[in-house]
Structure formats: structure tokens, C-alpha cells
């Protein structure tokens, strides 16, 4: 489970694979909102980020284990890095569980669609990376339709958004999560992806340990019920495993800010999921807003035909 990018199979066919997987990432991020929201007065958020994580940390023990010897020098010797990305990681993940606590997943949609804006601003402040006019215009109208479909076409409904406590923390979480993926380039070539998730993880639960310890006490631990296992165990393997091996990838093909772009997808798959699974209905203002975004996403995605064939961005 190395889940290589081989540099022989062509820069098109990985940016089209790195397209697909993070199209998957969100996808995941937004079943990650609905069961975060859904479970949050039984189980408490730092005792379900901190578990979704030791068992995603468990499964992948196997895949890392037979190259251990050659992995831990590496690891030891990139600790700063590694440490650095895995509690972003963990810590931004916790507190986007935490914000569900106490606003609504609408709410927390809508501060996902800061992301690009974040990793843009970020990434031209500490990278010097450049936004092309082209890439600019798709990051506003990928943003445009996000509204669309938050505000349900009716601009007056921002003014009825009641904004709280935990929006502020959704916010914090995105400042973090635009910070780790400019980071990403970070993560040393010597290891897999796997390797580097196992040793991000391990530390980040390290570091998310003592809170845990202190919410099972002061607040209330995770119960021992199947609504808990069934949350932890499907955030483990669609989020801690399988979600973040692909954002990594995705990022390290075509780009913190490229990959960034398909966070507002978030809302468009929250609209999706809403149809099939709860019986919502599909109203124009959906199809707008849809339109929008893939056409900023295209926008934005749109200048690798003049872009070379480097592996990572780092315009």
C-alpha cells in the first residue's frame, strides 16, 4: 500500500489522476460533516478525532512495518517537518469536529470556502507563489457558486446566517489546513506516502493525546456504543487512510493551490448527498451554483497546458 506517482506514466495521466483522488477527498470530507454533525451530542469531539485517528494509525501499522528499518532513520532525521504537519493535521481536523459542536454543517461549509482564498494569500506571503488573472477569476467564481448554493440563490438569507463560537474555530481549522497543504512539499521523497501519514499520524496523536485525556474527565469520554465505533471506524478508513494519502498525493502533483480549489466542491456534494439520501429537492439556484464552480475549478486547474512538466508547483 505505497500508492506510488510514478513519474513514467505521463504528467497527464498522474494531473488526471490527481484531479480524481482529490475530487474523492472532498467527497469524503463532506460524509465527514454529516457524521461529525450527526453524532456530536454522543460522542465528544476530541475523544472522536483522537480515535479516528489511532485506528487509522493501527491499519496502516502493516504497510509500514516491513520497511521500518529504513523508514525510522528517515523519520528521525526529518522530525521537525513531520511533527509540524502531523499536528496541523490532527489538531485541524479535531477542531472542525469541535466547531460541529456548536454550529450548524451549513455554517461550516461556508468557512470551507476560505480555503483557497487562505492557501492563495499564504502561499504568496511565505512561498512567493504567483496566482495567474485566469487562476484568480476561477478562485471567485468557484467561491460565487458556493454561495449560490449556501445562500439557496437569495443573497438576503447571509444576513439571517447566525455566526458563532464555533464558526470562529471552523476558521482557525481552515487557516491550519491552508497552512499544511503548502507545507506537503515538506514531506521527505525517501518515504512512501504511507510511511509519512503513519509517522504524521503517530505524532499527531501524540500530541492530541492529553486533551483527550482531560475531555474524558472534564467533559465526557467516548462511549462504548455502536453508533461510536460505526463513526470512528468510517472516518478512520474514508478519512484518516484513504482521505488524507489522496489529498497528500493530489497536492504533491498539481499544487497547494490547485488542490485547494476543489474544497468548494464541499457543498456541491452536500447538496448531492442531500437529494439521495434525505429526499431534498434539486432547485435551479443548485445547478448555478454548480456551474460555477466547476467552471472556476476548470479555470484554475486549466493552466497546466502552459505549465510544464514539474512534478510539484512551485510557481
Known amino acids: 500500500m505505497t500508492i506510488p506517482v510514478s513519474t513514467s506514466i505521463g504528467f497527464a495521466n498522474r494531473r488526471g489522476f490527481a484531479y480524481v483522488i482529490l475530487t474523492l477527498t472532498v467527497l469524503f470530507l463532506a460524509l465527514n460533516h454529516v457524521i461529525g454533525r450527526a453524532v456530536h451530542t454522543e460522542v465528544p469531539p476530541v475523544g472522536l ?42 489538531g485541524c481536523t479535531t477542531l472542525l469536529l469541535i466547531a460541529l459542536n456548536y454550529t450548524t454543517a451549513i455554517n461550516v461549509a461556508l468557512v470551507n470556502t476560505t480555503q483557497p482564498a487562505l492557501t492563495v494569500l499564504f502561499g504568496a506571503l511565505f512561498f512567493r507563489d504567483r496566482l495567474t488573472p485566469v487562476q ?134 452536500g447538496t448531492i448527498l442531500a437529494v439521495v439520501f434525505l429526499g431534498e429537492r434539486l432547485h435551479f439556484y443548485h445547478l448555478v451554483g454548480v456551474v460555477l464552480v466547476c467552471l472556476g475549478i476548470l479555470l484554475v486547474i486549466g493552466q497546466f497546458r502552459n505549465g510544464g512538466n514539474s512534478h510539484t508547483e512551485h510557481a
Open 136 to 269: 484568480a477569476a476561477g478562485v471567485v467564481s468557484a467561491f460565487v457558486g458556493v454561495s449560490v448554493i449556501l445562500v439557496k440563490g437569495d443573497w438576503q438569507t447571509l444576513s439571517a446566517l447566525d455566526f458563532n463560537d464555533g464558526d470562529l474555530v471552523a476558521r482557525i481549522g481552515m487557516g491550519g489546513f491552508a497552512t499544511y497543504g503548502l507545507n506537503i512539499r515538506r514531506i521527505p521523497a525517501a518515504l512512501t506516502n504511507v510511511e509519512a501519514l503513519f509517522a504524521m499520524i503517530v505524532i499527531g496523536c501524540t500530541a492530541l493525546f492529553p486533551f483527550y485525556i482531560f475531555e474524558s474527565f472534564m467533559y465526557r469520554a467516548v462511549p462504548l456504543s455502536g453508533t461510536a465505533i460505526a463513526a470512528i471506524l468510517t472516518l478512520a478508513v474514508l478519512l484518516s487512510i484513504f482521505g488524507m494519502l489522496m489529498w497528500n498525493i493530489g497536492n504533491q502533483i498539481v499544487g497547494p493551490k490547485r488542490a485547494s480549489i476543489f474544497m468548494n466542491l464541499l457543498p456541491v456534494f
Open 49 to 90: 478525532a483522537f480515535w479516528r485517528w489511532a485506528v487509522g494509525c493501527v491499519m496502516l501499522l502493516p504497510f509500514v512495518w516491513r520497511r521500518r528499518k529504513q523508514s525510522i532513520p528517515i523519520i528521525r532525521a526529518n522530525l521537525a517537518p513531520l511533527a509540524a504537519l502531523g499536528c496541523l493535521m490532527i
